[in-house]
């Protein structure tokens, strides 16, 4: 499941206090400090991702549309149940729970979601200075060793030189790699996991493709291919070797100015 989320977080939650703490204080204690502060805290086994998932199928199996399903909606948007998830979570509970809940539920999905559809529907451009600012891997200085290779700057650090050959690159806007092969004679090639920004990756013969965070690109061995950044984006890819017999690269031409310029 996406955006398993396993980092131990102590959920705080003063609602209980807030709302009965005067009319029920044992209940509003077993609310904040038990339910959230223990139950919800716990995410060893279930993450805050799926134990949202269990708690708005219980809410709407159960028939409450309420101001309470739509703060657990709101919390599981916040927990990574990505608008796709949300939808498929409420047909499916359609089946099982009632139709007409279903309805209820996506009234107040869709409103909890919009903000995430106009997102979205924006450039997704980013700046050089925010993608260093907010990487979760160190960008690392730049990359002096294949700037012969690149027209404009990027920034490489590695990641990881055992098992598995895993770079972080970034690349200032308009920044992009040349034609490329990665050689083998088995198994090899790349993969290319988007973290940030905006960026494009194409194969000889065919368009190129729009990359955003969260895209995975499995680049075959043997296949000519370039990637980079947007025309007016910065853009950073983990970069990883695929292990493979007789592996090496091969560079070649630069990505035609005007061919590359057409893109958005
Ligand atoms: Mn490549």
């Known amino acids: 499941m996406a955006n398993n989320n396993r980092k131990a977080v102590k959920v705080v939650q003063t609602a209980g206090r807030q709302q009965l703490g005067e009319f029920a204080p044992d209940f509003a204690r077993y609310n904040d400090d038990i339910l959230f502060g223990e139950v919800w805290s716990k995410n060893d086994v279930l993450s805050l991702h799926d134990r949202s998932i269990v708690t708005v199928s219980a809410l709407v199996a159960s028939g409450i549309t309420d101001s309470s399903l739509k703060y657990h909606l709101q919390s599981a948007k916040n927990n990574g149940v990505t608008k796709e998830e949300m939808a498929e979570i409420i047909t499916q509970l359609g089946f099982y729970g009632g139709w007409p809940k279903a309805w209820a539920a996506f009234n107040l999905a869709k409103e909890v979601y919009k903000d995430t559809a106009a997102a979205a529907n924006t450039s997704g451009n980013e700046t050089l200075e925010n993608i260093m600012a907010t990487s979760l891997f160190p960008v690392g200085g730049v990359n002096d060793n294949y700037a012969q290779y690149f027209d404009g700057t990027s920034y490489l650090n590695m990641l990881s030189l055992n098992q598995v050959v895993i770079g972080n690159v970034t690349f200032e806007p308009g920044c992009r790699n040349h034609w490329h092969i990665h050689h083998a004679d088995k198994g090899g090639g790349q993969m290319l996991l988007v973290t940030a920004g905006r960026g494009y990756y194409q194969e000889?013969?065919?368009?190129?493709?729009?990359?955003?965070?969260?895209?995975?690109?499995?680049?075959?061995?043997?296949?000519?291919?370039?990637?980079?950044?947007?025309?007016?984006?910065?853009?950073?890819?983990?970069?990883?070797?695929?292990?493979?017999?007789?592996?090496?690269?091969?560079?070649?031409?630069?990505?035609d100015l005007m061919e590359y310029n057409k893109l958005k």
């Open 204 to 255: 000889w013969g065919k368009p190129a493709q729009e990359l955003k965070p969260g895209d995975v690109v499995h680049i075959p061995a043997n296949v000519k291919h370039w990637h980079g950044a947007a025309p007016n984006s910065a853009f950073q890819h983990l970069a990883i070797e695929v292990p493979g017999e007789n592996t090496s690269s091969e560079w070649c031409e630069a990505v």
